[in-house]
């Protein structure tokens, strides 16, 4: 299966964990611009061309760790053996506020690659969902609560994805097909408890997946060429081609975000940072409109209202706005993600283990976190 330049190339986080006995994952060493490719070259025991599987059996548990939550709060995934993994709701006090645990998809991969590794959360206005190994899907309120809501139509062969709207009453899924010699993609909505399903877009050359809701509107990550990939990219959603924006029920495009480069850090309600192949960063709003950010690299996250840009030059953090100013701050690590207007989560560097702690931007205090892992959006989501 042929793997695109521009797939080996991208740059980001080391973030997805695959089973043990299956992928080696080597992390490259850093780029011109200070973040590492993180290859994930495949090492299938025993080698084939066609996509080999395997399954881990389902399993979950909630807990509430405070019942206290005031203002958003940030949703962290670990990885762990066999791509399990652990959501945790965090405040911007540091506290973990409830935590599920899921298991992961079935491993699918060829030769020198993996499937793309698709989200496994979602933010709504109330509550986070997340997958539970390759079809369940589950909800897990801040009060700890969690409840199965909707199952999607992973397998051996297929991968899902999903995003729920912000009323909780829609789910957005896509399905990639990996049974046939060129995977196959179905992207549809319905109502989060029917089963009435509405096809918005198939390919076999495109592979779209939804990441979030904006005023009635899909956003859509998008990957082009092949659906096996041998790195991850530089945002939480492996959107190596940008993205996106579509009517929820037409599937017409309202709006495309970074076409041609890379797409940086999480998308937030003002837009995402672009890292083009020639030029200058620039920020792109859900409208599609774009607005210069010199001085923005690969290392960069937006803050919510579009204003500034927290980044990082592999060891001190600094802030950027729109005119150009450039404010360097004593913290130093790699910025994450914003979970409001004054609080960012960073971790100390590259990888899945490295410890994480919350930046109050108004006092420059840095509060470390009990847990580790990668900043995946906040609740509320995008909205």
């Not at 330049?5 to 043990?20: D, M, N, S």
């Not at 070259?41 to 025993?46: D, E, K, L």
């Not at 005031?70 to 962290?76: D, K, N, S, W």
């Not at 899945?352 to 609740?379: C, D, W, Y």
Request: aromatic share 6%.
């Amino acid at each position: 299966m042929a793997i695109s330049a521009r797939q080996r190339q991208r740059p980001g986080l080391l973030r997805t964990a695959v089973p043990a006995f299956a992928l080696t994952v080597t992390l490259a060493p850093l780029t011109a611009r200070g973040v590492a490719t993180r290859p994930m070259i495949a090492t299938a025991t025993p080698a084939a061309t066609a996509p080999v599987v395997a399954t881990v059996p389902s399993t979950t548990t909630a807990t509430a760790i405070t019942t206290t939550a005031t203002g958003p709060l940030a949703v962290v995934v670990r990885y762990g053996a066999y791509g399990s993994y652990v959501v945790s709701l965090v405040g911007v006090d540091g506290r973990v506020v409830a935590q599920a645990s899921a298991a992961g998809r079935s491993l699918i991969n060829t030769t020198g690659a993996v499937a793309v590794p698709l989200p496994v959360v979602s933010a709504s206005a109330t509550r986070v969902y997340y997958l539970d190994g390759d079809a369940r899907v589950r909800s897990l309120s801040p009060n700890g609560t969690t409840a199965v809501v909707a199952t999607v139509p992973g397998g051996a062969r297929v991968h899902a994805a999903f995003a729920v709207s912000p009323d909780d009453r829609r789910i957005a899924v896509s399905v990639l097909d990996y049974s046939g010699r060129a995977p196959r993609m179905r992207l549809y909505t319905q109502g989060l408890t029917s089963a009435i399903q509405s096809d918005i877009f198939k390919s076999s050359q495109v592979y779209e997946w939804p990441i979030g809701w904006r005023n009635g509107a899909l956003v859509l990550a998008i990957l082009k060429g092949s659906a096996y990939v041998q790195n991850t990219a530089a945002n939480p959603y492996d959107a190596f081609d940008g993205y996106h924006v579509v009517d929820a029920t037409s599937g017409a495009r309202l709006a495309t975000l970074c076409p041609a480069g890379v797409s940086v850090g999480p998308i937030v309600a003002a837009g995402t940072v672009c890292v083009p192949d020639t030029g200058q960063p620039y920020v792109q709003d859900l409208t599609g409109g774009t607005h210069p950010f010199a001085g923005a690299g690969d290392n960069a996250v937006l803050a919510p209202d579009g204003s500034r840009i927290a980044a990082s030059d592999g060891h001190s953090i600094f802030l950027l706005d729109a005119a150009g100013r450039r404010t360097t701050l004593k913290a130093q690590g790699l910025p994450q993600g914003w979970i409001d207007a004054t609080h960012l989560l960073i971790s100390a560097g590259y990888g899945v283990t490295e410890p994480l702690s919350i930046l109050n931007m108004r006092t420059g205090a840095r509060l470390p976190l009990a847990i580790k892992g990668q900043f995946a959006g906040t609740l509320p989501g995008l909205r």
